[in-house]
């Protein structure tokens, strides 16, 4: 066969021009025959776009801008978190009291009125990063703190226990919590056979179990979410003296939890629920804000407080026993720029510690020291993942660490190595004042077994049920009776109720008896004496900042008298949305920030009735309305207002709701004074036998 011959230059017909050229119509400036290349690719240079006979298309893959653009974007993505991947964060400034100088030498800490800036990633553990933020789960609280001496990260929970005392049961543990490997379902939920299958065998995770399965598990706002370090860490004065803490974020707002029918709803309603509240919160200026605490236990050779073993994850210090002392405060003020540059490669480490802070024999703390390190070299690329402006320390370093995958720092010198005497000023000794490990005896022979102290896996669980109000005990039942419900085994089903009968026979036969199931017989402790501070409901007020009221208005509602409220509203940090059949203005006058479509209960605290909006007709107000009342919200209105409470069933005299003449200064702090009880908890046991018929 003849090979093929190429036409010469010259055998081409001028007027034509050649596949790599492009043109545009002469009105865009551009003369027939001009090469360009575009943000499109390349083009032909016919005006119609068409070829002769003999003549081949553009050779896309010459094109290097589309090749480059393609290439870049088929690798946007990196690994996800194989934990905590749905998470959401924000930057803060932590002030010290400088009350911690007899406790620790670390200056963020120890200098009163220091300031640090912070970055915080809060998150849930099971979903994977397009799941709901509503699910009921344990929920990450991550902080760094960009110290003068280096990057401190402490990286806890809103549960101040966990599931597992070995970090090598952590694989278990995740496999068994999360989707089921053969179709990858169900999503971000506990709710399942491998997970009771595995914490009905594996009892140590019994306390924690209780802790996912109370309210705290369904946090309404990460402004209302505790936070806790878990682990017993050691802190070191300047003298040399050490102690043992606790770590806790206690919100300034209170601790307050969505009703669980209000998570569902959330979740198909609003999947972006808690960062949309933690972003749109903090553009208002209405901060999210903590303090800092810690439990102070001293430094025995046992390890231990009170008989509690401080190196067991699986347990708590009451604080009746041990009172939390507030030693700084968080503010959450700015928003991240870029998602994925900030929230997304920030990198958590264990071992980010200043001097003052060290860590304990916490077996589980050990392995995390391992992990936390490990997992972000294959999700980040390699070791330089703390070059990366979020993970990049605020203090000078030199740590002579070289080369690598995505290395950004052009090293000088010839001599990365210590002690050396070629690398001049720029290579200078380490500063003998840097993180130096305390001196501490170690004695004992190394087995892989746990201590006596680890063997009790109940007396902490009753201690938290028997610490919470009959409303959480009963949100509590509710919970376990759905969520063993939602295994198919009964085996698995009868197995957890044996375990939750040796914690408490009231709770167990009441889960066995929504699911259908004889109660089992066991021994829970003889006596627990309870910790008050566990409960979440308590007779306390709490700030208001950051609460929303929906007002139900429309055509000839009183507008004057939402201007009022919203103005009373807004001075104690709350924002007031306006609700009304369809979008725009009101009236010429009053913006609708909602529609009867578009608002459900659960994104408001309280839900208000204008007056001239008593005669509305619509079954998705009734819905909204009957909504907020179920779930305890403060209900209220004005005028004519009270007409649509009733058309939707609510009893004005009911617990929590609110009916007055105007919309005055009084009826404004009648309202305030409702939102800072979260909740209407005396209506609860109007709505009791809604919740029995639920199989409670």
Request: hydrophobic share 40%; with cysteine.
């Amino acid at each position: 066969m003849p090979e093929p011959t190429l036409p010469s230059p010259a055998s081409l017909d001028p007027a034509e021009s050649t596949p790599l050229q492009a043109s545009l119509a002469p009105e865009r400036g551009l003369q027939t025959g001009e090469a360009l290349t575009t943000a499109q690719g390349l083009r032909l240079s016919d005006t119609d776009h068409s070829l002769k006979a003999g003549t081949r298309g553009p050779a896309l893959m010459e094109d290097f801008h589309l090749r480059e653009k393609i290439t870049h974007f088929d690798h946007e993505r990196i690994p996800e978190r194989v934990v905590h991947a749905r998470g959401s964060g924000a930057y803060g400034v932590f002030t010290a009291y400088g009350n911690a100088a007899s406790i620790t030498k670390a200056g963020f800490l120890a200098e009163k009125n220091k300031q640090t800036e912070v970055f915080v990633r809060f998150s849930t553990v099971l979903g994977s990063r397009g799941s709901a933020d509503t699910v009921r789960d344990t929920r990450g609280f991550a902080t760094k703190f960009y110290t003068d001496e280096g990057n401190f990260d402490l990286v806890g929970n809103n549960m101040p226990v966990f599931f597992i005392q070995d970090g090598i049961k952590f694989p278990d543990l995740i496999h068994a919590a999360k989707w089921h490997p053969d179709r990858e379902i169900p999503q971000a939920q506990t709710a399942h056979d491998t997970f009771w299958d595995f914490v009905s065998l594996h009892t140590e995770a019994t306390h924690h179990v209780f802790w996912a399965m109370s309210d705290r598990a369904i946090p309404r706002s990460y402004r209302t979410m505790e936070g806790f370090g878990v682990h017993t860490f050691r802190l070191v004065n300047a003298a040399g003296e050490t102690a043992l803490v606790k770590f806790h974020w206690k919100p300034v707002a209170g601790v307050h939890s969505l009703a669980w029918e209000e998570a569902q709803i959330a979740a198909g309603v609003d999947p972006d629920f808690h960062r949309r509240d933690l972003t749109d919160s903090i553009d208002a200026g209405l901060f999210f804000e903590y303090e800092l605490g810690v439990q102070v236990m001293p430094d025995t050779g046992d390890e231990t407080f009170q008989g509690i073993d401080l190196l067991d994850p699986t347990k708590i210090v009451p604080e009746e026993l041990a009172p939390v002392q507030p030693i700084g405060k968080l503010v959450l003020n700015r928003n991240t720029d870029n998602f994925h540059a900030e929230t997304e490669q920030i990198a958590f480490h264990m071992g980010n510690l200043v001097p003052g802070i060290e860590v304990t024999n916490d077996p589980l703390l050990q392995a995390r020291l391992f992990s936390y390190l490990d997992t972000q070299l294959s999700r980040l690329g390699g070791p330089n993942f703390t070059q990366l402006p979020i993970n990049r320390s605020h203090a000078p370093v030199n740590d002579n660490l070289r080369d690598g995958m995505h290395q950004s720092v052009v090293h000088r010198g010839i001599a990365p190595y210590l002690p050396n005497s070629l690398g001049g000023p720029e290579a200078p000794e380490a500063d003998p004042a840097g993180y130096v490990h305390l001196p501490k005896p170690v004695q004992g022979v190394k087995i892989r077994e746990n201590p006596a102290s680890f063997a009790d896996h109940y007396s902490q669980a009753a201690l938290f049920y028997h610490s919470l109000t009959p409303i959480e005990q009963e949100h509590m039942v509710e919970a376990f009776t759905f969520e063993l419900g939602k295994c198919y085994e009964t085996p698995i089903r009868e197995r957890m109720l044996t375990v939750l009968a040796k914690v408490d026979a009231g709770l167990t036969a009441k889960v066995a008896a929504g699911l259908g199931l004889p109660a089992p017989q066991g021994e829970p402790p003889a006596e627990v004496t309870p910790s008050p501070a566990l409960a979440q409901i308590t007779d306390k007020l709490w700030p208001v900042a950051g609460r929303i009221v929906g007002v139900i208005a429309g055509p000839g509602a009183d507008l004057s008298g939402i201007d009022t409220l919203r103005k009373a509203l807004k001075a104690q940090g709350v924002v007031l949305r306006v609700i009304a059949p369809i979008g725009g203005i009101l009236d010429g006058k009053e913006i609708v920030e909602r529609t009867f479509q578009t608002a459900r209960s659960v994104e408001f605290d309280a839900v208000l009735v204008a007056d001239g909006a008593g005669k509305l007709v619509d079954l998705q107000v009734t819905v909204l309305l009957q909504e907020a009342f179920r779930h305890a919200k403060a209900i209220g209105s004005w005028g004519d207002g009270e007409q649509l409470l009733r058309t939707a069933g609510i009893d004005p005299a009911a617990p929590g709701v609110l009916t007055n003449g105007d919309a005055s200064k009084a009826f404004a702090e009648q309202l305030t004074a409702a939102l800072a009880k979260h909740r209407a908890w005396e209506r609860m046991p109007l709505l009791k036998p809604a919740a029995s018929s639920q199989g409670s």
